[in-house]
């Protein structure tokens, strides 16, 4: 961006047009904090002003980060509880433990595998083997060394071809994946999946722009069918591959409130301070007055008294309750995306805005990342040719992760214990127990859960004696 000045001097360069922009990238770096929102960047530069008043501005600027809790509040409480798991093959279990060689398991890859596709709405995920020449003879030492499939992530902005069939149905995906280096030069490395090859190549151009496709290898691999599991939460429009984000609103509005909050930092340090005026005597030469609170000034006999000029208050009040409206519009939209922003008290009076997502988003995408368990469990199994007898089940009821709300209802069914079934007070009971002693494995949950059974059956018991001596008395 540039803008010619009538003194010849130029506008701020180095500003990202956010209607250019790729959306996908920008929800990342308002997610993350990061690339051009962390350097200041997205901040758009005033018709008039010079790159150092843009340099000097970037550098006050904050964004206050309301999109990265909007997506987290409904992804997190899908994993807040066990998901359960069950197979009897080594090389299922070390690769749920292990699925991408970097030591994620399956229900921390599942979970930032929500987190994107909430955030993009398309997200790709990609079964990929080791090489041929390192592959182990033995099951032992697959298991040993950890030299089987695993997975590994694409998003929307890494596409770079695709192909459909006439019903939609995906034929190839082509990611850049970096670069390759050929002697001194570096050229943009892509690679093409299909259901029967992973395609390495990059794209040499000639001294007379000819375009010449060379490929690096060619690895095959054994599905017969496309070793990737497409994460959706929207449909695209027919032809397309990767659906326009659910969250670019989101994004769009911490944008403005990005940059609202960068010019009320720049009101209050240019503009909303008093400046000291003094009458100048005939014939006087001007000169700089520093005033502190440890000196005096004197003016002369007969001259004005020195005043301030107060600036207006209605500027910045008039950017903050833009910003205040700006943030109302983000709580109304992150509530059509299933996010609630609640204002809640903490440590007195001291304030705090939390969000939380509704059960029915919740759901929504403890779907969505379910079945994509599922789909990468069974990709594995067929790899390998193993039995495809597991079992991946996830929680079938969430509540937003408000302790102080489950603590109410679990202090309401403790104090009707004897007129509620002891399912019900048992499940309250394990609720506080899991927050006194979050370290528990399942057998000791197993353990405290029989313990648990066997008091309330003991005080039902005890209750029916006391009942049948109570009619005894009576007779």
């Known amino acids: 961006m540039s803008v010619a000045f009538q003194d010849g001097q130029s506008a701020a360069t180095g500003a990202v047009d956010i209607i250019t922009c790729n959306p996908h990238v920008a929800i990342d770096q308002f997610y993350d904090y990061s690339g051009d929102v962390a350097n200041g960047n997205m901040l758009v530069p005033h018709t008039i002003e010079t790159e150092e008043k843009y340099a000097e501005r970037k550098k ?39 699925v991408d060689c970097r030591g994620s398991s399956m229900d921390s890859f599942m979970r930032r595998s929500g987190e994107e596709v ?16 390192e592959q182990p003879k033995t099951e032992a030492d697959a298991l040993a060394n950890r030299v089987m499939p695993y997975v590994y992530k694409k998003k929307p902005q890494d596409v770079a071809d695709y192909g459909l069939d006439a019903r939609g149905a995906i034929q190839y995906v082509t990611f850049y994946n970096g670069t390759h280096k050929v002697g001194d030069k570096s050229y943009p490395k892509f690679c093409k999946i299909d259901k029967d090859y992973f395609t390495a190549y990059y794209v040499s151009v000639s001294d007379k722009r000819e375009k ?36 670019y609103n989101l994004m769009r509005i ?99 805005f939390e969000f939380m997502g509704k059960e ?66 048992s499940d309250a ?24 059974r066997l008091f309330a059956d003991g005080e039902s018991k005890i209750s029916v004696d006391l009942t049948d001596e109570e009619a005894i008395d009576a007779e």
């Open 60 to 98: 006050f600027s904050c964004n206050v980060n309301y999109l990265a809790p909007t997506i987290d509040a409904v992804i997190r409480p899908i994993f807040d509880k066990k998901i359960k798991r069950f197979c009897e093959n080594e090389m299922v279990k070390l690769f749920w433990n292990n």
């Open 429 to 452: 009971t394990m609720l506080i127990a899991s927050k006194l002693r979050p370290s528990m494995t399942d057998e000791d949950a197993a353990d405290m859960a029989e313990e648990i």
């Open 254 to 352: 911490s944008h403005s409130l990005y940059n609202k909050d960068s010019e009320m930092r720049e009101s209050e340090r240019k503009e909303q301070f008093s400046m000291l005026a003094i009458e100048m005597v005939d014939g006087t030469v001007p000169a700089h007055i520093a005033v502190g609170t440890s000196n005096t000034m004197y003016y002369g006999k007969g001259a004005k008294t020195p005043a301030f000029v107060e600036p207006s208050p209605g500027i910045l009040a008039g950017l903050l309750a833009t910003k205040q409206s700006l943030r109302d519009d983000f709580f109304m939209v992150a509530g059509q995306s299933g996010v609630t922003g609640v204002q809640t008290a903490k440590s007195g009076t001291a304030m705090a």
């Open 118 to 133: 909430r955030k993009h709405s398309t997200y790709f995920i990609i079964m990929d083997n080791f090489p041929e020449d």
């Open 360 to 425: 029915s988003s919740i759901r929504e995408y403890a779907d969505i990342c379910e079945v994509a368990d599922r789909a990468i469990t069974q990709m594995f199994c067929d790899w390998i040719d193993a039995a495809d007898d597991f079992v991946i089940e996830y929680p079938d009821s969430y509540t937003p992760a408000d302790d102080a709300a489950q603590y109410k209802w679990a202090d309401i069914v403790l104090m009707n214990r004897e007129s509620l079934p002891a399912s019900v007070v």
């Open 212 to 247: 010449t496709i060379v490929i690096i290898d060619e690895v095959p691999h054994p599905l017969g069918r496309l070793p990737i599991e497409v994460m959706r939460d929207k449909l695209p429009e027919d032809g397309e591959l990767c659906a326009h984000p659910r969250a």
